[in-house]
């Protein structure tokens, strides 16, 4: 199973980032962009086919080093 | 005095520190991130500066679970005193000995150069040999130095005296190079034994080299 973790700055936390590129696209004349939040993406092969079992374990592993939930947030999918 | 500093693959500030604090007076012992415990005799552990894992994943996550950390919880637990440097500040976040969490840097830059602190706090070991209000000149040298903290976090840390030092120009007036909230360059964890800030005192240590104004600040925990 695959495991596909995306992880953003929270809500209300600046993302300097984003607003560089935000700035970016605005002076490449992409001017519909109402806000740019840059994150990364974590791709982990399981070996598993339990999806209850891979949920538990992955955000397991975001709560204890993947994201730093002080300041970020994460997303989990499964395939 | 014993001071032990803590060396993971990637620090480079553990001979700047060795040589800071030998010139205090004090005994040191640079300690490798395998190691599971630190000295029996040691009376500041001090993590160092650096590129910790080359700061992958976020700065400090990696090495929070080098083995050596857990001694350092056990010793911070027990009221032994912690200070966390630069990328030791990142570290003693991501380990939860220290609130808050260190974000890139606004400007996206890293920046390298002398900056202005004030001292926001001096009821505590490592600043007590300065005034509230004193203004010192010490370098920065960091990508990710733009403290972060809640508003509820903020608000229990200015209420415990937690804040160390602030960002400022050379009159105290607040300048913040980097973003951080409430222009925060230090913070200290509310039991006052475990200390972070992002400046480096260590190299603040000759006038010669720019500036000797971190005598002062290390001095704190020597005489104590």
Not at chain 2, 22 to 49: C, Q, R
């Amino acid at each position: 199973m695959t495991a596909i973790v995306n992880i953003s700055l929270k809500q209300g936390v600046l993302d300097s980032q984003g607003k560089a590129v935000h700035h970016a696209l605005d002076s490449l004349k992409f001017t519909n962009v109402t806000d740019v939040r840059v994150g990364k993406q974590i791709v982990l092969q399981l070996d598993t086919e339990d999806k209850t079992q891979a949920m538990a374990d992955v955000t397991k592993m975001c709560e204890e080093i993947l994201a730093n939930t002080v300041i970020e947030d994460y997303k989990i999918e499964l395939h | 005095m014993k001071v032990a500093i803590l060396q993971f693959p990637g620090t480079n500030c553990e001979y700047d520190t060795q040589h800071a604090f030998e010139t205090l007076g004090a005994e040191t012992e640079i300690v490798w991130h395998k190691s599971e415990h630190i000295p029996e005799d040691t009376n500041l552990l001090v993590v160092a500066g650096g590129f910790s894992y080359g700061d992958y994943l976020r700065s400090g996550a990696i090495a929070k679970f080098s083995p050596v950390m857990k001694a350092v919880s056990a010793y911070a637990d027990k009221g032994g005193k912690v200070l966390g440097i630069c990328n030791g500040f990142q570290v003693l976040t991501e380990a939860g000995l220290l609130p808050g969490a260190l974000k890139r840097n606004e400007g996206l830059h890293f920046i390298s150069k002398h900056h202005h602190l004030k001292v926001a706090n001096n009821d505590n070991t490592f600043l007590e040999k300065l005034s509230k209000g004193d203004v010192v000149n010490v370098p920065i040298a960091h990508h990710d130095g733009n403290y972060f903290i809640d508003d509820a976090g903020l608000q229990e840390l200015e209420e415990n005296n937690q804040i160390l030092l602030r960002y400022t120009d050379a009159k105290g007036e607040i300048l913040n190079p980097n973003g951080s909230v409430d222009s925060i360059a230090g913070v200290c964890n509310k039991e006052k034994n475990v200390f972070g800030l992002m400046p480096h005192p260590e190299r603040a240590m000759e006038s010669l080299l720019g500036s000797d104004d971190g005598v002062a600040m290390l001095q704190g925990f020597l005489e104590s």
